[in-house]
């Protein structure tokens, strides 16, 4: 269409030009005068000519030019304004990515509480079950584990529920472990009370510390099945309150074991040496040892579900503050510009 008008503006120019030309042709008077007026009458002429033609072509699009310039001016200032929203998204979803990208790795990371655990000390169990972190943003965080990184929180779902199978079975060879030290230290130390974690003064003329017991038979059958072994048994007086018949009689001296430094019961020199060799036996036993050998296992694997967690958080974490967006979305993404 621009090319039609073009030509339409340049035909009347180009006709009166051939019109001209057809009257030199056809009146040859009119060349003689132009030849006798002298050349500046031909320029005069020519020069009018291409004035007319350039005006005819060219003038009204140069006319037209500053709308033109306008559009392009318009588009131009609209483009910039569009590159400069999308920078900003940029930046602002860099900072959201830094941000959430920290919420996943302090809510996944080792000893956050993710996975169910367990601790066996003291003669004590402990079971922390599994929990969702209380840390500003974890909903985001979880969001975008689930939408951007699926294997991830695949993974995450898998070893939650491991971890409280393994907190359960962990009690139960801890319960096991527990039953048979007791039931053993019952057969060979009768009359001897195991008193429970805790107890105090005053004791009973015979009894132990089944608590203390637990924790040196425990911890001993690690170094027991690795050929060593830490402390030795001893012997010694003990004065202390004893309680006989419901009477307090003050400053009873009485025969007491002990191991490592851990008092593991009193009573006469009879009922000590059947203790000790009580606690020798156990740290033989092998029922005993597999109790032990199951709850290491158990312990191991939890650690393991543990550190590969903290190891995919800690990848999400450091990719994001090296500048790649968090994958995902959650509900305080910054709105992308369309």
């Known amino acids: 269409m621009a090319n039609?008008?073009?030509?339409?503006?340049?035909?009347?120019?180009?006709?009166?030009?051939?019109?001209?030309?057809?009257?030199?042709?056809?009146?040859?008077?009119?060349?003689?005068?132009?030849?006798?007026?002298?050349?500046?009458?031909?320029?005069?002429?020519?020069?009018?000519?291409?004035?007319?033609?350039?005006?005819?072509?060219f003038g009204r699009v140069l006319s037209e030019s500053p709308k033109h310039l306008?559009?392009?001016?318009?588009?131009?200032?609209?483009?910039?304004?569009?590159?400069?929203n999308q920078q900003k998204w940029v930046d602002?979803?860099?900072?959201?990515?830094?941000?959430?990208?920290?919420?996943?790795?302090?809510?996944?990371?080792n000893d956050s509480g993710a996975l169910a655990s367990w601790n066996y000390q003291g003669g004590r169990l402990s079971v922390s079950p599994r929990k969702d972190?209380?840390?500003?943003?974890?909903?985001?965080?979880?969001?975008?584990?689930?939408?951007?990184?699926?294997a991830v929180w695949q993974q995450c779902q898998e070893f939650q529920t491991?971890?409280?199978?393994?907190?359960?079975?962990?009690?139960?060879?801890?319960?096991?472990?527990?039953?048979?030290?007791?039931?053993?230290?019952?057969?060979?130390?009768?009359?001897v009370v195991a008193l429970p974690l805790g107890a105090h003064f005053p004791y009973p003329a015979k009894a132990c510390h089944i608590g203390t017991m637990f924790s040196v038979i425990f911890y001993q059958v690690h170094l027991h099945s690795a050929g060593s072994r830490y402390g030795q048994f001893n012997f010694g007086d003990l004065t202390t309150d004893i309680e006989s018949g419901?009477?307090?009689?003050?400053?009873?001296?009485?025969?007491?074991?002990?191991?490592?430094?851990?008092?593991?019961?009193?009573?006469?020199?009879?009922?000590?040496?059947?203790?000790?060799?009580?606690?020798?036996?156990?740290?033989?036993?092998k029922l005993i040892q597999e109790y032990v050998r199951q709850y290491d296992q158990l312990q191991t694997q939890q650690r393991?579900?543990?550190g590969k967690l903290d190891k995919e958080s800690r990848i999400i974490l450091s990719r994001v503050q090296a500048g790649e967006p968090l994958k995902g979305s959650c509900d305080l993404c910054p709105t992308k510009p369309s």
């Open 92 to 109: 602002l979803y860099q900072d959201h990515s830094k941000m959430i990208g920290k919420a996943i790795f302090e809510s996944w990371k």
């Open 4 to 57: 039609k008008r073009t030509i339409a503006r340049i035909l009347p120019a180009v006709l009166a030009g051939i019109l001209f030309i057809g009257l030199l042709v056809a009146f040859p008077s009119i060349q003689n005068l132009i030849e006798v007026q002298g050349q500046w009458l031909f320029s005069i002429v020519l020069s009018a000519l291409v004035y007319v033609v350039l005006d005819k072509a």
């Open 133 to 150: 972190s209380d840390i500003d943003y974890f909903l985001q965080a979880r969001s975008h584990l689930q939408g951007g990184y699926p």
């Open 246 to 285: 419901g009477l307090l009689m003050i400053r009873e001296t009485v025969k007491y074991l002990s191991f490592a430094g851990e008092s593991l019961g009193h009573g006469d020199m009879a009922d000590m040496q059947r203790l000790e060799h009580c606690v020798q036996d156990l740290l033989s036993d």
């Open 70 to 84: 306008e559009a392009i001016g318009i588009a131009q200032a609209r483009e910039k304004q569009r590159l400069e």
């Open 162 to 191: 491991k971890s409280i199978e393994m907190s359960d079975s962990a009690k139960t060879w801890v319960q096991s472990f527990e039953g048979l030290v007791r039931e053993k230290v019952k057969s060979s130390c009768p009359g």
């Open 304 to 306: 393991d579900y543990s």
